[in-house]
C-alpha cells in the first residue's frame, strides 16, 4: 500500500493561513492523482482539492477557490494544501488521498491518510 502522512494543522484565527503537507512514500506523485478532503464534527467527508499526476489538470470546490491553493513537490513526494483567508467554516480534519483517476468523489481514491485538524476561530 501507499503510505500518506498529512502535517501542518493546528489552530488560526480567521483570516489566517496555513499550509498542509501530506509526505507519501515511493514515488506515488509521479503516479497518482492527490487529493484533500476535509470532514467536520457531525459532517460527512467533502472534497477540496484535487491535482493530476501531471500537475496541469487543479480542481478546486466552489467553497475554496481563491483561497485554496493545492501543489505538487515531486523532489520532496509531497503534495500541499496552501490555504489562505481561513474562515471558522473551514474548521475540520483534513485528508489527503491518492487515487488513479482525477474526481472530486472519495470513492474514487485508493490511499488515505490519517488527517491533521485544522481550527479557524472567529
Known amino acids: 500500500q501507499v503510505q500518506l502522512e498529512e502535517s501542518g494543522g493546528g489552530l488560526v484565527q480567521a483570516g489566517g493561513s496555513l499550509r498542509l503537507s501530506c509526505a507519501v512514500s515511493e514515488r506515488t506523485l509521479n503516479t497518482y492523482t492527490m487529493g484533500w478532503f476535509r470532514q467536520a464534527p457531525g459532517k460527512e467527508r467533502e472534497f477540496v482539492a484535487t491535482i493530476s499526476w501531471s500537475g496541469l489538470t487543479i480542481i478546486y470546490a466552489d467553497s475554496v477557490k481563491g483561497r485554496f491553493t493545492i501543489s505538487r513537490e515531486k523532489g520532496e513526494n509531497t503534495v500541499y494544501l496552501q490555504m489562505n483567508s481561513l474562515k471558522p467554516d473551514d474548521t475540520a480534519d483534513y485528508y489527503c488521498?491518492?487515487?488513479?483517476?482525477?474526481?472530486?468523489?472519495?470513492?474514487?481514491?485508493?490511499?488515505w491518510g490519517q488527517g491533521t485538524q485544522v481550527t479557524v476561530s472567529s
Open positions: 488521498a491518492a487515487g488513479s483517476v482525477a474526481s472530486q468523489r472519495a470513492s474514487a481514491y485508493n490511499y
